[in-house]
């Protein structure tokens, strides 16, 4: 009984929280991730990611990363914006329109933990979003929130891709919901056939060091490879045309999070505008958001490339 009602308590508090998905399923080895990881990484598809090959073992196994875990939970986090850029901007992805979701989501989390120890009694838990060796794809799909789309995303039924996804390790037993078992993607491809560099190839595999957000976001060098020229059809930061043209998406309702609430430049900059732009106000205007990972020299080399 406590099982069932401390799972329900954790939903609600999910729900309340902003979450826009809660599941569970129970902490384990992920045995198929781990060869499909392993075939990823030999293949060199993480290009100069090298983070991706760090702690293997901590990521095939979550037991492993908060020891004692029984029970990991998946969040969905909406991020889709009422508000679209203007046709003429240098093209910025959905995710980076509002604050950086790292703190934002870190922050629930926090607050997560923190009612949960006092309404249940003390647990040892670590949440994670997007910076540490956890496969949050491969739980979420564990946990029911959907499948992993032919672009390598995660797509629910129900609104799409445009999700963040956290993770929450506990060492609690919880009532663990039934992974979904359905690719509905089926024959289409659309996000294979749209996109500019050819990243996504044909069995769920995203070739990562030939994807925009490869180049735009993780590539640290002053130039960017010669070959990719003419390719990145505008995009100064990130790339979403592999969401923007899977039909699952036009099932996306805009998100309710106010840190999320789109920087007014963002949405109406022009090109020129952030030509001209100097260090100084780009480090103000951006002081809170994804876009201080590329840096003001980054933009600005991706903004040289993509009009030359």
Known sequence: MAISKHTSFIKQTAQQLGFSYCGVAKAEQLDDDARRLESWLTQNR???????ENHFDLRIDPRKLVPGAKSVITLLQNYYPARQQAADTPHISKYAFGEDYHKVIRSKLKTFLAILNENIGEIYGRGFVDSAPVLERSWATKTGAGWIGKNGNLITKESGSFYFIATLIVDIQLEYDDPFAKDFCGSCRKCIDACPTDAILDNKVVDGSKCISYFTIELKDALIPLEMKGKFDDWLFGCDVCQDVCPWNRFSSPHSELHFT???????????EWEAMTEET???VFRNSPLKRSKYEGIQRNLKFIQS
């Open 46 to 52: 993480q290009g100069g990611m090298q983070y991706m």
């Open 262 to 272: 789109p920087i007014p430049e963002i949405l109406d900059l022009s090109t020129k």
């Open 282 to 284: 780009f480090k103000n």
